[in-house]
């Protein structure tokens, strides 16, 4: 806290002025308070340059200094004789004496080698273990080692929403909110809970994670890779308009890469000018090993040779390879609103894209008057449309009905698709009092 005096006339005022305690932790950081809490208690001071380095993974020598440096005092830390020695603990090195007190208090007892492993991250379990034992609190025991410990945080509301894995290495930020938590007690925000909840749930699900890119953050599609890993995609909000996102996680989920895409052009026509918004959809990975993402955006609407204004979205199409480098983009669509609606890796290297279309009649439909049907299209692995097979069934209905249209699609033994769509069309129901009008599929 920094206080500034305001000279008036002949009166002094003294404001104060909340200044955080690093350079990279403002307020808008989950951790600034906890932070700012373990600087000014000394537990930490940062690095030379000022900075905290919030989201950095902490390894089990920095992690044991800082635990045990918030809960010992000083001259035991610096006089303590080991009664239990770590071959990859040297007596010299600046970590040797806090893991000294941690082994000579049974708060640490390293693995099944002997060894303490200093350099290695340390991951929630192992945290959570040197954590309770080194604050004292009583545990009992239980079939997995470090349930006992995980609950005793989850009753003391000390674990942050951002840890979501036992084995995912935490960072410095979250080591400070647990620490912040359990000194100060404070036990009313948001914690996650293991094995508080519902106990089936927790012992069938074997990651849970949060990502978030930027702002209005949406995901809606996964995808499992060759390499027995996951993509999945979305978009996010890094500006003032949106950017799809296809992005590479590992078996545990921890993210491995994340690519955005986004149109530059906005769009102008008789409804004035609006943002290039792109929203991704669907995800898939093709017979090459690359992935495919397919969205709609409105960056690309406005067709020179159309006589009347597109009024929404076309279907976009962008391949990237494995390690995510973009490789091209391709467009699709009618003269209204176009969603992609499935896709769908096949033998030769392309694929199948099935997307609902808009037709907007240019001599006489007005805006929002646009009729939809749905159609399946053949690509090859370059993104060129070998052929499109439209429905000649009117979709109709209402906006909120064409929203609510699902589409399943399944391969026949003679190389053939069958497709199944659902239909929303109006109706008026009458009762005896009044009429309601509803949607039949």
């Known amino acids: 806290m920094r206080k500034t005096a305001l000279v008036i006339g002949l009166w002094i005022i003294f404001v104060s002025v909340a200044q955080a305690a690093f350079s990279d932790v403002d307020s808008s950081n989950l951790n600034y308070d906890a932070v700012n809490y373990v600087q000014a208690e000394g537990i930490v001071s940062g690095y030379a340059d000022g900075s905290f380095e919030p989201h950095d993974k902490i390894n089990r020598a920095e992690f044991t200094k800082i635990i045990i440096g918030s809960k010992f005092g000083a001259d035991e830390i610096e006089n303590c004789v080991s009664s239990k020695s770590f071959p990859d603990v040297p ?31 340390i991951n929630f379990a192992e945290a959570a273990k040197i954590i309770v034992n080194t604050f004292g609190y009583k545990t009992d025991s239980a079939e997995i080692w470090y349930q006992p410990f995980v609950e005793k945080l989850e009753n003391k509301k000390a674990i942050p ?15 400070a909110e647990m620490i912040y938590r359990l000194k100060e007690n404070i036990e ?118 159309a006589e009347i204004f597109e009024t929404a979205t076309d279907v976009f199409l962008s391949k990237f390879d494995q390690q995510g ?37 240019a001599g006489a ?50 190389g053939g698709f069958v497709l199944v769509g659902n239909i929303p069309f109006d109706e008026v129901l009458k009762t005896e009092d009044e009429e309601i009008m509803y949607s039949t599929m």
């Not at 010299?92 to 290695?120: H, L, M, Q, R």
């Not at 480098?325 to 890796?345: C, F, K, Q, R, S």
């Open 161 to 175: 929403t951002s840890i979501y894995s036992f084995e995912r290495s935490i960072t410095r930020g979250e080591m």
């Open 325 to 361: 480098n973009y490789i091209w983009t391709e467009t699709v669509g009618d003269l209204a609103g176009d969603t992609p609606a499935g896709l769908w890796p096949t033998d030769d290297g392309g694929f199948l894209l099935l997307l609902t279309l808009g037709e907007l009649d």
């Open 91 to 121: 007596a010299g090195e600046w970590f040797s004496p806090y893991i000294c007190v941690a082994g000579n208090n049974g708060i640490v007892k390293g693995y099944g080698d002997g060894t303490f492993k200093p350099a290695a991250f």
């Open 188 to 305: 009313d925000r948001p914690s996650t809970q293991f094995f508080t909840g519902d106990s089936e749930l927790i012992n069938s699900t074997t990651f849970v994670k949060a990502y978030r890119l930027y702002d209005n953050n949406h995901a809606w599609s996964v995808w499992p890779t060759k390499d027995n890993n996951y993509i999945f995609a979305g978009w996010t909000l890094p500006g003032l308009d949106t950017d799809a996102f296809i992005s590479k996680l590992n078996r545990q989920g921890e993210l491995i890469w994340t690519k955005l895409i986004g149109s530059r052009v906005h769009y102008s026509g008789p409804m004035g000018k609006g943002p290039a918004d792109d929203e991704g959809y669907l995800v898939t990975q093709l017979k090459d090993g690359s992935y495919l993402l397919a969205g709609q955006t409105n960056g690309y609407v406005g067709d020179a040779e």
């Open 365 to 414: 439909a007005e805006v929002g008057d646009e009729d939809h049907y749905f159609a399946l299209a053949k690509f090859d692995a370059e993104g060129e449309k070998e052929w499109i097979k439209k429905t000649n069934l009117n979709i109709g209905g209402t906006m909120g009905d064409r929203q609510q249209v699902n589409f399943f699609i399944e391969r026949e033994d003679d």
